[in-house]
């Protein structure tokens, strides 16, 4: 059974870094195919993909905020870790990880984390 | 690159059939295969119904439909029932080797 779990501050103060880590079991990222993506939601308002790994290292990020993110693994802790610089309160927002269709394509994520939800604010 | 374009809101009656369009570009819809769909319930992570324009995961309702035009990809939800009545988001792959959402679509079973 495949589970992803977010962790990590629920606020933090404009311009700094959020740390994000996404835990999970029942797959291994270091197995060809499997790769692991960063969605998050405003409230109240869509979803923004903002970050993807894949089993071999290759990493992908949203070209307007691409500046701002690094996505890394860490097999051996099954963890993969966002970090988001220059925090402001407009990134405000629940973050979701999200495990990738073994057979799909690049975007079809079919195991969800609950999320977590980070408030930017002095 | 834009949001996809997905209508604010969509309502039918328990029983009828609902369409939902998702409209993109030549650069990300209308060039891939790899558009997929996903339910929203409120407070809710999201959920897989369609993947590659019009494959469905194991365990999600035959009810649920993908087709793709164009530059624009359809969720179809046939039988419509009221646990239906929630946010559905498409996704689509992209020329820059990206992935982009759409704006969201409401579904209300009246």
């Known amino acids: 059974q495949i589970t992803l779990k977010e962790s990590g501050p629920t606020l933090v103060k404009p311009t700094q870094t959020l740390t994000l880590t996404c835990t999970f079991s029942?797959?291994?990222?270091?197995?060809?195919?499997?790769?692991v993506g960063w969605i998050r939601q405003p409230p109240g308002k869509a979803l923004e993909w903002l970050a993807f790994?894949?089993?071999?290292?290759?990493?992908r990020y949203s070209p307007s905020l691409k500046s701002r993110l690094t996505i890394t693994k860490d097999t051996s802790k099954n963890h993969v870790v966002l970090t988001m610089t220059n925090m402001d309160p407009v990134d405000t927002a629940t973050y979701y990880c999200?495990?990738?269709?073994?057979?799909?394509?690049?975007?079809?994520?079919?195991?969800w984390g609950q999320g977590t939800v980070v408030t930017v604010s002095s | 690159q834009s949001a996809l374009t997905q209508p604010a809101s969509v309502s039918g009656s328990p029983g009828q059939s609902i369409t939902i369009s998702c409209t993109g570009t030549?650069?990300?819809?209308?060039?891939?295969?790899?558009v997929s769909w996903y339910q929203q319930h409120p407070g809710k992570a999201p959920k897989l119904m369609i993947y590659?324009?019009?494959n469905r995961p194991s365990g999600v309702s035959n009810r649920f439909s993908g087709s793709k035009s164009g530059n624009t990809a359809s969720l179809t939800i046939s039988g419509l029932q009221a646990e239906d009545e929630a946010d559905y988001y498409c996704?689509?792959?992209?020329?820059?080797?990206?992935?982009?959402f759409g704006g969201g679509t409401k579904v209300t079973v009246l």
């Open positions: 030549s650069s990300d819809v209308g060039g891939y295969k790899y």
């Open positions: 996704s689509s792959y992209t020329s820059s080797s990206t992935l982009v």
């Open positions: 790994i894949y089993w071999d290292d290759d990493k």
């Open positions: 590659d324009v019009s």
């Open positions: 029942g797959f291994s990222l270091s197995t060809s195919g499997v790769g």
């Open positions: 999200a495990h990738r269709h073994p057979t799909a394509g690049l975007g079809a994520f079919d195991i």
